[in-house]
């Protein structure tokens, strides 16, 4: 059972900056792609990056030009650093790990960790 342990969450101050970290109990290597992902209180869970395996990346429209995804294969770490954190980015932030197998794709969800930014 693949287990992903996401930290680096806190409180922070508008315009600040936070790094995430989700750590992986098997080689990357083997997901399809892993990303992270933002739920706020009553809203639905939402993509705010991914990486492929390749390194190939995707950035919501929030995300674009303040938060960068990336991976370090050796760790078996994936990382968000936030930059210019607004109050709007308050929410549980996700990991999660795709691995496709034939015509079918499994997704891997770690614990969550909390993400609050101050005015």
């Known amino acids: 059972q693949v287990q992903l342990v996401e930290s680096g969450g806190g409180l922070v101050q508008a315009g600040g900056s936070l790094r995430l970290s989700c750590a992986a109990s098997?080689?990357?290597?083997?997901?399809?792609?892993m990303g992270w992902y933002q739920q706020a209180p009553g809203k639905q869970r939402e993509l705010v990056a991914d990486?492929?395996?390749?390194?190939?990346?995707n950035y919501a429209d929030s995300a674009k030009g303040r938060f960068t995804i990336s991976r370090d294969n050796a760790k078996n770490t994936v990382y968000l650093q936030m930059n210019s954190l607004k109050t709007e980015d308050t929410a549980v932030y996700y990991c999660?790990?795709?691995?496709?197998?034939?015509?079918?794709?499994?997704?891997?969800w770690g614990q969550g960790t909390q993400v609050t930014v101050s005015s």
């Open positions: 990486i492929t395996r390749t390194g190939s990346t």
């Open positions: 999660s790990a795709n691995i496709a197998s034939g015509f079918t794709i499994r997704t891997y």
């Open positions: 098997e080689r990357i290597f083997r997901f399809n792609t």
